[in-house]
C-alpha cells in the first residue's frame, strides 16, 4: 500500500500546515479534509483539522508522526468550507492554524463530538399553577421561580433563571420532581405565529426585490442603499422567504450583538422556519449547537455577528449583510479579516447571491458599484408617512450651556414632552467626564499604562482606563498638590442622564452605552420600554445609532460633535458623516415629524454643512475624488505592519531588520510609509510603532507580503516582539 500523509491545521502562529502520519493500520479511505484529529505538537496534543492528504511530504521518517486519534468519521467542514478559510488565509497573511481554528466554536476546537442537541425549556404544569399559595410559600425560592414563570406565554429555556442571584437549579429540580414544572425538548428557535404583512412592498422595495430574485441562482452582489427608515427589513424578508420557499439557507450578518433580538423578533413574527442564533455573548453550548444546526441544515436561516461568516451551512443560497459600512465587521485583534468582504468572497465561491444593505454605505462598496463588480438598490424614500427629518445647527459658541446642554435643545426636550414624545440624545463617549482635574495645580488622572485619561465613573466613584481596563478608585484630594479641589471635565453618558434626571424628575429615562447594557437583556429590556410609549428620554453612544425603531421619537440631539470632526486618520469624516446619518435616521419614522439638533463649536465645518444642506451621496463622492487624488484606499490598497514590546530598544532593532528586508525585497511598487509612533504609543504597558505599505496593485501588495512575512519569519530581532500584519486596515490605531 503506497504511503499517504496528511496536512493539518493547527492553532499554532508558525504559517504552514504540518505532515502527519495516519494512525497505524488505518486505511486511506478512513481519512479526509475536513476532519479533526488530535495530533501531537510538541509537548502538548492539539486538535488538528486535516486540510488535504497527499502521496510527498518533506519530512524524514524519524521526523513524522502518527496522529493519535480521528475525531470525526465524515468531515465536519466542507470542501467549500476549507477552500473559504484557505483564502482568507493567503490574502489575509495570517497563519493558517489560527484562520481554521476561527471557523469552530470553543468546544469542537477542544475536541467535542458535533453532535445535535436540544435545549430543554420549562413551564409550569397545571399541578404548579393549582398548588395552593399555603404550601408553596413554605419554600420561597421555589415560590419565587413559579411566580417568574407565571409571568410567562410561552416555555422558556435556562435564560429565563440567570439573571437571578441566587441558586436557582436546586428549588427547580425540586419543583419538577413534584410535577409542578413541566420539561419539553424542543428546538430553542421554533416559529412563534405567522404575522402577515399588513402591507405591500412600494415600488422602490419591489424593483429592488426583482432585481435580486432574476438571478437567485448565480453569484451577484447587490448593494442596497436606502435612507433610514426606507424598509430595508422588508426586502430582506421577502428576499429570505423566496430562499427558503427554494429549500435552501439563508445567513444574515449584523454587525452588533445588541441588534441580534430585536430582528429575531421580527424574524419569527413572519418566517416559519427554524433560526440559529451565533454570537459572543451566548455560551460555548449554545454557539456550538447553532453551528452544529446550520451544518447539519436542521437550521435555516443563521442570525449572527462577524464570527458566524465562516459558520458551515449545508444548503447556503443567500447571504445578507446589514449596516455594511460598520467598521464592527473588521476583527481587530489575532485574525484581522472583514466579515464583509470574506462574505463576498463566500458567495462568490459558492455562485449564490449577497445583499448588502445600509443607509451610509461604506466608500470601498460606492466604489466598487463604480467598477460595475457591485449592482446598487436604492430605496430613495422613507416608507409610508414617513418624512426625513430636518437638520439645525446650534452654534455653542458664546452660550452658556446646562451640562453640556444649549438653551435651544433644551427648549425642544420641553416641546416633546409636553406632546408626549419621545428624545434620542447622543453622546459619543461613556462614563461620567473623560477627564478629572485639579482645580489648585492643574493635574489630570492620566493612566500608568496608556497614553489616555482616565474616565469617571460617578456611580462606581472609580477612575477607569477605556483602553486597558485598568480600575482606580476615585481619590478625595489632588495626588499632586493635596487639594480636595477636583472638578469632571466635560461630559459622558453618565454625567448628561444625572442632569436629565434632575431637569426632568418624572421623565422616564434610560442610557443606552456599553456600561448599562453589560446583563443579559439589558438593551432589550429598554427598547421594550421604549415601545410601551409615552415621554421618553434616551441618552446613549453609537449603540443607539444602529438599526433601531423607535417610532414616537421626534428629536435626536447630537450633544457634542466636534470630537469626531478632527482627527488624523483620513477616515474620520466618513465615519463622522456615516453615525450622523445614522443617528438623524431614528427621528421621525413614522406619521411624527422629525428634528435633528446639532450641537458644535464649528458650525462652518465643511462635513457639516454638506450633509446637511446636500445629503450623504454628495458627500460620499467628494470624498472619493479626494481619495483618489490623495492615492488612498479604495483606489490603492493598504497593509499595516503593528509592533509592540516593553522595550523601546527591541522595537528599534526589528523596524530596523524589516526597512533592511524592504530593501531587499525591492518592489518599486510598494511604497513603505514609516515607521512612526501609534498614534496612541503607549497602551497597557507596552510600547507602539507601526509601518504602512501601500501599492495601487493588489497583486503587487500579496507578492510583497509574502517575502515580508517570510523575512520577519527568519528575523532574531521577531523574537523580541509581537507583531501582526492587518490587510486593509480600517483605522490606524
Same mark, same amino acid.
Given at each position: 500500500?503506497?504511503?499517504?500523509?496528511?496536512?493539518?491545521?493547527?492553532?499554532?502562529?508558525?504559517?504552514? &500546515?504540518?505532515?502527519?502520519?495516519?494512525?497505524?493500520?488505518?486505511?486511506?479511505?478512513?481519512?479526509?479534509?475536513?476532519?479533526?484529529?488530535?495530533?501531537?505538537?510538541?509537548?502538548?496534543?492539539?486538535?488538528?483539522?486535516?486540510?488535504?492528504?497527499?502521496?510527498?511530504?518533506?519530512?524524514?521518517?524519524?521526523?513524522?508522526?502518527?496522529?493519535?486519534?480521528?475525531?470525526?468519521?465524515?468531515?465536519?467542514?466542507?470542501?467549500?468550507?476549507?477552500?473559504?478559510?484557505?483564502?482568507?488565509?493567503?490574502? *489575509?497573511?495570517?497563519?493558517?492554524?489560527?484562520?481554521?481554528?476561527?471557523?469552530?466554536?470553543?468546544?469542537?476546537?477542544?475536541?467535542?463530538?458535533?453532535?445535535?442537541? /436540544?435545549?430543554?425549556?420549562?413551564?409550569?404544569?397545571?399541578?404548579?399553577?393549582?398548588?395552593?399559595?399555603?404550601?408553596?410559600?413554605?419554600?420561597?425560592?421555589?415560590?419565587?421561580?413559579?411566580?417568574?414563570?407565571?409571568?410567562?406565554?410561552?416555555?422558556?429555556?435556562?435564560?429565563?433563571?440567570?439573571?437571578?442571584?441566587?441558586?436557582?437549579?436546586?428549588?427547580?429540580?425540586?419543583?419538577?420532581?413534584?410535577?409542578?414544572?413541566?420539561?419539553?425538548?424542543?428546538?430553542?428557535?421554533?416559529?412563534?405565529?405567522?404575522?402577515?404583512?399588513?402591507?405591500?412592498?412600494?415600488?422602490?422595495?419591489?424593483?429592488?426585490?426583482?432585481?435580486?430574485?432574476?438571478?437567485?441562482?448565480?453569484?451577484?452582489?447587490?448593494?442596497?442603499?436606502?435612507?433610514?427608515?426606507?424598509?430595508?427589513?422588508?426586502?430582506?424578508?421577502?428576499?429570505?422567504?423566496?430562499?427558503?420557499?427554494?429549500?435552501?439557507?439563508?445567513?444574515?450578518? &449584523?454587525?452588533?450583538?445588541?441588534?441580534?433580538?430585536?430582528?429575531?423578533?421580527?424574524?419569527?413574527?413572519?418566517?416559519?422556519?427554524?433560526?440559529?442564533?451565533?454570537?459572543?455573548?451566548?455560551?460555548?453550548?449554545?454557539?456550538?449547537?447553532?453551528?452544529?444546526?446550520?451544518?447539519?441544515?436542521?437550521?435555516?436561516?443563521?442570525?449572527?455577528?462577524?464570527?458566524?461568516? @465562516?459558520?458551515?451551512?449545508?444548503?447556503?443560497?443567500?447571504?445578507?449583510?446589514?449596516?455594511?459600512?460598520?467598521?464592527?465587521?473588521?476583527?481587530?485583534?489575532?485574525?484581522?479579516?472583514?466579515?464583509?468582504?470574506?462574505?463576498?468572497?463566500?458567495?462568490?465561491?459558492?455562485?449564490?447571491?449577497?445583499? $448588502?444593505? !445600509?443607509?451610509?454605505?461604506?466608500?470601498?462598496? =460606492?466604489?466598487?458599484?463604480?467598477?460595475?463588480?457591485?449592482?446598487?438598490?436604492?430605496?430613495?424614500?422613507?416608507?409610508?408617512?414617513?418624512?426625513?427629518?430636518? /437638520?439645525?445647527?446650534?452654534?455653542?459658541?458664546?452660550?452658556?450651556?446646562?451640562?453640556?446642554?444649549?438653551?435651544?435643545?433644551?427648549?425642544?426636550?420641553?416641546?416633546?414632552?409636553?406632546?408626549?414624545?419621545?428624545?434620542?440624545? @447622543?453622546?459619543?463617549?461613556?462614563? @461620567? #467626564?473623560?477627564?478629572?482635574?485639579?482645580?489648585?495645580?492643574?493635574?489630570?488622572?492620566?493612566?500608568?499604562?496608556?497614553?489616555?485619561?482616565?474616565?469617571?465613573?460617578?456611580?462606581?466613584?472609580?477612575?477607569?482606563?477605556?483602553?486597558?481596563?485598568?480600575?482606580?478608585?476615585?481619590?478625595?484630594?489632588?495626588?499632586?498638590?493635596?487639594?480636595?479641589?477636583? /472638578?469632571?471635565?466635560?461630559?459622558?453618558?453618565?454625567?448628561?442622564?444625572?442632569?436629565?434626571?434632575?431637569? *426632568?424628575?418624572?421623565?422616564?429615562? !434610560?442610557?443606552?452605552?456599553?456600561?448599562?447594557?453589560?446583563?443579559?437583556?439589558?438593551?432589550?429590556?429598554?427598547?421594550?420600554?421604549?415601545?410601551?410609549?409615552?415621554?421618553?428620554?434616551?441618552?446613549?453612544?453609537?449603540?443607539? #445609532?444602529? +438599526?433601531?425603531?423607535?417610532?414616537?421619537?421626534?428629536?435626536?440631539?447630537?450633544?457634542? $460633535?466636534?470630537?469626531?470632526?478632527?482627527?488624523?486618520?483620513?477616515?474620520?469624516?466618513?465615519?463622522?458623516?456615516?453615525?450622523?446619518?445614522?443617528?438623524?435616521?431614528?427621528?421621525?419614522?413614522?406619521?411624527?415629524? +422629525?428634528?435633528?439638533?446639532?450641537?458644535?463649536?464649528? %458650525?462652518?465645518?465643511?462635513?457639516?454643512?454638506? &450633509?446637511?444642506?446636500?445629503?450623504?451621496?454628495?458627500?460620499?463622492?467628494?470624498?472619493?475624488?479626494?481619495?483618489?487624488?490623495?492615492? =488612498?484606499?479604495?483606489?490603492?490598497?493598504?497593509?499595516?505592519?503593528?509592533?509592540?514590546?516593553?522595550?523601546?530598544?527591541?522595537? $528599534?532593532? /526589528?523596524?530596523?531588520?524589516?526597512?533592511?528586508?524592504?530593501?531587499?525585497?525591492?518592489?518599486?511598487?510598494?511604497?513603505?510609509?514609516?515607521?512612526? %509612533?501609534?498614534?496612541?504609543?503607549?497602551?497597557?504597558?507596552?510600547?507602539?510603532?507601526?509601518?504602512?505599505?501601500?501599492?495601487?496593485?493588489?497583486?503587487?501588495?500579496?507578492?510583497?507580503?509574502?517575502?515580508?512575512?517570510?523575512?520577519?519569519?527568519?528575523?532574531?530581532?521577531?523574537?523580541?516582539?509581537?507583531?501582526?500584519?492587518?490587510?486593509?486596515?480600517?483605522?490606524?490605531?
Amino acid at each position: 500500500m503506497q504511503p499517504f500523509y496528511l496536512k493539518i491545521a493547527i492553532d499554532t502562529p508558525v504559517n504552514r &500546515l504540518f505532515d502527519y502520519l495516519p494512525i497505524k493500520q488505518t486505511e486511506r479511505q478512513s481519512y479526509a479534509p475536513g476532519q479533526r484529529v488530535i495530533a501531537v505538537f510538541g509537548r502538548t496534543q492539539k486538535t488538528g483539522i486535516i486540510v488535504d492528504i497527499t502521496n510527498r511530504t518533506e519530512l524524514s521518517a524519524k521526523q513524522l508522526k502518527p496522529v493519535k486519534e480521528r475525531l470525526d468519521n465524515e468531515p465536519i467542514l466542507s470542501s467549500d468550507d476549507i477552500k473559504l478559510l484557505t483564502w482568507a488565509a493567503h490574502y *489575509y497573511h495570517q497563519p493558517i492554524g489560527e484562520v481554521f481554528a476561527q471557523a469552530l466554536p470553543k468546544k469542537l476546537r477542544s475536541g467535542a463530538l458535533p453532535e445535535e442537541s /436540544f435545549e430543554k425549556l420549562y413551564s409550569l404544569s397545571p399541578a404548579g399553577k393549582d398548588v395552593e399559595n399555603s404550601v408553596i410559600q413554605r419554600a420561597p425560592r421555589q415560590a419565587a421561580l413559579r411566580q417568574l414563570m407565571t409571568t410567562q406565554t410561552n416555555p422558556n429555556n435556562e435564560s429565563l433563571f440567570t439573571e437571578l442571584e441566587w441558586d436557582w437549579k436546586t428549588p427547580l429540580k425540586n419543583m419538577i420532581e413534584k410535577g409542578w414544572v413541566s420539561i419539553t425538548q424542543s428546538d430553542a428557535e421554533q416559529a412563534a405565529d405567522i404575522i402577515p404583512p399588513d402591507f405591500q412592498p412600494n415600488k422602490a422595495q419591489q424593483t429592488a426585490i426583482d432585481a435580486v430574485l432574476k438571478n437567485p441562482k448565480g453569484f451577484n452582489a447587490f448593494l442596497l442603499d436606502g435612507v433610514t427608515g426606507s424598509g430595508k427589513t422588508e426586502v430582506y424578508l421577502q428576499l429570505i422567504n423566496h430562499a427558503l420557499s427554494l429549500g435552501k439557507q439563508v445567513m444574515v450578518l &449584523l454587525p452588533e450583538i445588541n441588534l441580534t433580538p430585536q430582528l429575531a423578533q421580527r424574524f419569527r413574527q413572519r418566517l416559519a422556519t427554524t433560526m440559529a442564533i451565533y454570537h459572543s455573548s451566548l455560551s460555548d453550548t449554545q454557539r456550538a449547537q447553532s453551528w452544529i444546526k446550520c451544518r447539519s441544515g436542521s437550521a435555516h436561516i443563521l442570525l449572527g455577528t462577524r464570527s458566524s461568516v @465562516f459558520t458551515p451551512m449545508k444548503n447556503l443560497g443567500l447571504i445578507i449583510l446589514d449596516e455594511e459600512h460598520d467598521t464592527s465587521f473588521k476583527q481587530q485583534e489575532g485574525f484581522r479579516y472583514s466579515a464583509r468582504d470574506v462574505a463576498v468572497m463566500r458567495a462568490r465561491n459558492m455562485d449564490i447571491p449577497i445583499v $448588502m444593505g !445600509s443607509a451610509t454605505p461604506s466608500l470601498e462598496s =460606492l466604489y466598487n458599484v463604480q467598477q460595475s463588480r457591485f449592482h446598487r438598490l436604492s430605496l430613495p424614500e422613507r416608507t409610508g408617512q414617513a418624512k426625513a427629518p430636518t /437638520f439645525r445647527i446650534i452654534d455653542c459658541r458664546n452660550q452658556t450651556l446646562n451640562n453640556q446642554l444649549s438653551p435651544a435643545l433644551i427648549k425642544a426636550i420641553d416641546v416633546c414632552i409636553a406632546r408626549d414624545e419621545q428624545i434620542i440624545l @447622543f453622546v459619543n463617549r461613556r462614563g @461620567f #467626564a473623560p477627564v478629572l482635574m485639579c482645580h489648585g495645580c492643574g493635574w489630570i488622572a492620566q493612566c500608568k499604562r496608556c497614553d489616555s485619561k482616565l474616565v469617571i465613573h460617578q456611580k462606581l466613584r472609580q477612575l477607569k482606563c477605556h483602553h486597558c481596563g485598568a480600575e482606580h478608585q476615585q481619590p478625595t484630594h489632588c495626588p499632586s498638590c493635596q487639594q480636595a479641589e477636583l /472638578f469632571p471635565l466635560g461630559s459622558g453618558t453618565q454625567r448628561i442622564e444625572d442632569a436629565l434626571r434632575t431637569m *426632568y424628575p418624572n421623565v422616564p429615562i !434610560s442610557r443606552i452605552d456599553r456600561d448599562s447594557t453589560r446583563r443579559k437583556d439589558a438593551m432589550q429590556t429598554v427598547i421594550d420600554k421604549v415601545h410601551e410609549g409615552g415621554a421618553q428620554i434616551l441618552v446613549g453612544t453609537q449603540m443607539l #445609532a444602529k +438599526g433601531h425603531h423607535f417610532p414616537n421619537v421626534t428629536l435626536v440631539g447630537i450633544v457634542d $460633535m466636534d470630537a469626531g470632526l478632527f482627527s488624523i486618520d483620513y477616515r474620520s469624516s466618513e465615519r463622522m458623516a456615516q453615525l450622523l446619518i445614522q443617528v438623524a435616521g431614528r427621528a421621525g419614522r413614522e406619521n411624527k415629524a +422629525g428634528k435633528v439638533l446639532i450641537q458644535t463649536y464649528h %458650525p462652518e465645518h465643511p462635513l457639516l454643512q454638506t &450633509l446637511i444642506q446636500q445629503d450623504y451621496a454628495t458627500f460620499a463622492k467628494d470624498a472619493l475624488d479626494e481619495r483618489q487624488q490623495a492615492g =488612498l484606499p479604495p483606489y490603492h490598497h493598504q497593509a499595516l505592519l503593528r509592533v509592540n514590546a516593553v522595550d523601546e530598544s527591541a522595537i $528599534m532593532r /526589528f523596524l530596523n531588520d524589516v526597512k533592511s528586508a524592504h530593501t531587499h525585497i525591492n518592489n518599486p511598487r510598494v511604497s513603505l510609509l514609516g515607521p512612526v %509612533p501609534s498614534p496612541m504609543l503607549k497602551r497597557a504597558g507596552r510600547l507602539r510603532y507601526q509601518v504602512l505599505f501601500q501599492t495601487s496593485e493588489r497583486k503587487s501588495r500579496h507578492q510583497y507580503l509574502q517575502h515580508l512575512t517570510h523575512h520577519i519569519g527568519s528575523m532574531k530581532s521577531a523574537r523580541k516582539v509581537r507583531w501582526s500584519i492587518d490587510v486593509d486596515p480600517t483605522d490606524l490605531y
